[in-house]
Nanobody, 128 residues
Framework: QVQLEESGGGLVQAGGSLRLSCKAS????????MGWFRQAPGQEREFVAA???????TYADSKKDRFSISRDNVNYMVYLQMDGLKPEDTAVYYC??????????????????????WGQGTQVTVSS
């Protein structure tokens, strides 16, 4: 059974940092590109970053200076390091998996429709 489980969310003051984790129960982790999305109340789900098996990554333009995605291919983990957090970063953050043999395609990575599996999300709240 495929499962993505996020953790690491919480309440942090503006300027602080959080590291989100996603534990992936996938049969063959190497065949999946992994992404992070977020959704604030009343807003659409928004792409944050994605990473392929080899470590190739892509970010939403507004995130690349403060966020960093990484993955541990041995332990089937994906991470999102978030620094310099702002109140507008407040959202539920979701981990997602795209089955794709051949690696990450940055041209489509931001499209939530390509992701087959989603986690339940972890809440990040940034206070001013």
């Amino acid at each position: 059974q495929v499962q993505l489980e996020e953790s690491g969310g919480g309440l942090v003051q503006a300027g602080g940092s959080l590291r989100l984790s996603c534990k992936a129960s996938l049969r063959t982790f190497r065949n999946y590109n992994m992404g992070w999305f977020r959704q604030a109340p009343g807003q659409e789900r928004e792409f944050v970053a994605a990473i392929g098996w080899s470590g190739t990554s892509t970010y939403a333009d507004s995130k690349k200076d403060r966020f960093s995605i990484s993955r541990d291919n041995v332990n089937y983990m994906v991470y999102l390091q978030m620094d310099g957090l702002k109140p507008e970063d407040t959202a539920v953050y979701y981990c997602a998996a795209e089955f794709k043999i051949g690696g990450l395609d940055p041209r489509v990575a931001a499209n939530p429709r390509i992701y087959t599996y989603w986690g339940q999300g972890t809440q990040v709240t940034v206070s001013s």
